[in-house]
C-alpha cells in the first residue's frame, strides 16, 4: 500500500504570498491532520479532517486553511506570508481518530 | 490539560550500549493513547508504537521495548544494543479519545549513536 504522499517536497516564498500544499492519504484514510514543526515550537498541530469536515483546529491564525476532497485528499493553505512560517508542513493519515496517525516526508517551505 | 515532556533534549551514547528516552505526560482524561514516533534525518515521521491507558502490559519488538507505567504517567522507551540507524529524533505523543481529535507532541529527543 502507497504511503502518504506530500506535494511539493520543497518550496521557496516570499513574504506576502500565499502557498497551498497537497497530501494524498493512504488509500482507505479518511482522516487527515496536518502539523508545522519548526525547530523553536516542535511539533504543532493545525487541524484535522475527516470526511471533508474540519473536525478540530489548532491555535493558528486564520491565514492557515485547509480542505478535504471527496477522494480524502486534502489540501492546506497559508495566506499572506510571514517570515515564520517556515517550517516543515507535515501530514498524516489514519482510518479514523485517534488510530494510528502515519505520515508523510513533508513539505520544507522557507519564507524569505 | 494534556502534556507530553521528553526532558532529555540531546543523548549521545556510543554504539551497541542501552539508551532509554524518557517520556512522562500528564491527562485528566481515563481513556488516552500514547505514541512512539521515530523522525530520521529524511524528515519523515516513522510510527513505532501505539499505547492505549487500559493496557499497561510493557512490550518489546527486536530490540525496542517500552515500560508504561500509569503510576508514574510514564512512557519510557528503550534501545537495546544501539545502532547507529537509530540515530534519529524520537517523539514521544499523547491523544486523549473523543477529545479534541489532535495528537500533541513532546519537543522530542535526539539519540546520536556514535560508532
Known amino acids: 500500500k502507497a504511503g502518504v504522499t506530500q506535494t511539493p517536497r520543497y518550496l521557496i516564498k516570499t513574504r506576502g504570498q500565499q502557498v497551498t500544499l497537497s497530501c494524498s492519504p493512504i488509500?482507505?484514510?479518511?482522516?487527515v491532520s496536518w502539523y508545522q514543526q519548526t525547530p523553536g515550537q516542535g511539533l504543532q498541530f493545525l487541524f484535522e479532517?475527516?470526511?471533508?469536515?474540519?473536525?478540530n483546529k489548532g491555535n493558528f491564525p486564520g491565514r492557515f486553511s485547509g480542505r478535504q476532497f471527496s477522494n480524502s485528499r486534502s489540501e492546506m493553505n497559508v495566506s499572506t506570508l510571514e517570515l515564520g512560517d517556515s517550517a516543515l508542513y507535515l501530514c498524516?493519515?489514519?482510518?479514523?481518530?485517534?488510530?494510528?496517525?502515519?505520515f508523510g516526508p513533508g513539505t520544507r517551505l522557507l519564507v524569505l | 490539560a494534556q502534556k507530553v515532556t521528553q526532558a532529555q533534549t540531546e543523548i549521545s551514547v556510543v554504539e551497541k550500549e542501552d539508551v532509554t528516552l524518557d517520556c512522562v505526560y500528564e491527562t485528566r482524561d481515563t481513556t488516552y493513547y500514547l505514541f512512539w514516533y521515530k523522525q530520521p534525518p529524511s524528515g519523515e515521521l516513522v510510527f513505532l508504537i501505539r499505547?492505549?491507558?487500559?493496557?499497561?502490559q510493557n512490550e518489546i519488538s527486536g530490540r525496542y521495548s517500552w515500560n508504561f507505567q500509569k503510576s508514574t504517567s510514564s512512557f519510557n522507551f528503550t534501545i537495546t544494543a544501539s545502532q547507529v540507524v537509530d540515530s534519529a529524533v524520537y517523539f514521544c505523543?499523547?491523544?486523549?479519545?473523543?477529545?479534541?481529535?489532535?495528537?500533541?507532541f513532546g519537543k522530542g529527543t535526539r539519540l546520536h549513536i556514535l560508532p
Open positions: 479532517y475527516f470526511s471533508e469536515t474540519q473536525r
Open positions: 499505547r492505549n491507558s487500559f493496557d499497561e
Open positions: 505523543a499523547l491523544s486523549e479519545a473523543g477529545r479534541d481529535d489532535k495528537i500533541i
Open positions: 488509500s482507505g484514510h479518511r482522516s
Open positions: 498524516a493519515s489514519s482510518l479514523e481518530f485517534p488510530e494510528t496517525q502515519y
